[in-house]
């Protein structure tokens, strides 16, 4: 299922960071390898995004984004 949700957090040098959505319980960890987009794959703080996430444990979040797209 895929949800909309916001970019709070986002390390360019780590290329991870985290999402947030309210269809979600918790925060969701990304890697910029999940980013459906051309060239440096990257996410900006603010940024609106869809996403679909999994259950997982990733440095204290129990999601992670399998697949993220800006709006």
Known sequence: MEHLGK???????????VLESA????PVWTHFSMIEAEGFRFLTVG????FTAERAEQDSCRWRAIRVRAV
């Open 7 to 17: 970019v709070v957090r986002w390390e360019v040098e780590e290329g991870w960071g």
């Open 47 to 50: 940024d609106d995004v869809r």
């Open 23 to 26: 269809a979600v319980d918790g």
